[in-house]
């Protein structure tokens, strides 16, 4: 999406591509330096997203589902050498 590579379980999270405007909207949104909160975070394409495309100072994701949480972690793994700004995530 947007050129952003991240890994989704389909048969444990919720994504829907039809809201990838929404994304690329929210990214237009954030201010260089701004410490961002992404509550419900699910699979992380909003995180990813901000991740790839602002100047944002720091990214922290809240999601409940574990196996979206996973997927989270291991799209930032392919990410690891990219990253722009540290992203802390948070199950529960």
Known sequence: EFGVR?????????????LAGERQR???QVQPGERILVAFAGC???VL???S????????AV???AAAVRCLQRSLQIKEGQ???PVEVFEG
């Not at 991240?6 to 039809?18: E, G, K």
């Open 6 to 18: 991240m890994i989704i379980d389909l048969d444990a999270c919720f994504f829907s591509p039809r």
């Open 44 to 46: 992380g394409p909003e």
């Open 53 to 60: 495309h602002t100047e944002a100072a720091q990214i922290a």
């Open 83 to 85: 990253k722009i700004c």
């Open 63 to 65: 999601e409940l589902n």
């Open 49 to 51: 997203q901000i991740l």
């Open 26 to 28: 929210l990214c237009q």
